[in-house]
């Protein structure tokens, strides 16, 4: 069972930035694809970003352009630059990380865009 611990939430005023981590560890086989899902208070879990080993991205229209996420193999971490930040994109952020038995979950960092 892989174990993902995120860091790196806060809060930040509307146009600023937050950069988040998720580091794997425990019993990894292969991970293939690693990213970040988002809940916002009333609304279901959705997919931001994700990435595969190989280095593909892929990102919710609602973020493309704010938002980039990077991964480090070896590390076995995935990190996520956040700009331009928007207080709809105010929720909990979980890392995922998906191995060919199955996906885990991190157990989520908030993320609040106030002024």
């Known amino acids: 069972q892989v174990q993902l611990v995120e860091s790196g939430g806060g809060l930040v005023e509307p146009g600023g930035s937050l950069r988040l981590s998720c580091v794997a560890s425990?019993?990894?086989?292969?991970?293939?694809?690693m990213g970040w899902y988002r809940q916002a208070p009333g609304k279901q879990r959705e997919l931001v970003a994700t990435?595969?080993?190989?280095?593909?991205?892929n990102y919710a229209d609602s973020v493309r352009g704010r938002f980039s996420i990077s991964m480090d193999n070896a590390e076995k971490t995935v990190s996520m630059q956040m700009n331009s930040l928007k207080p709809e994109d105010t929720a909990v952020y979980y890392c995922?990380?998906?191995?060919?038995?199955?996906?885990?979950w991190g157990h989520g960092t908030q993320v609040t865009v106030s002024s």
């Open positions: 995922i990380a998906d191995e060919l038995i199955g996906r885990s």
């Open positions: 425990g019993t990894i086989f292969s991970i293939t694809v």
């Open positions: 990435i595969t080993s190989g280095g593909r991205s």
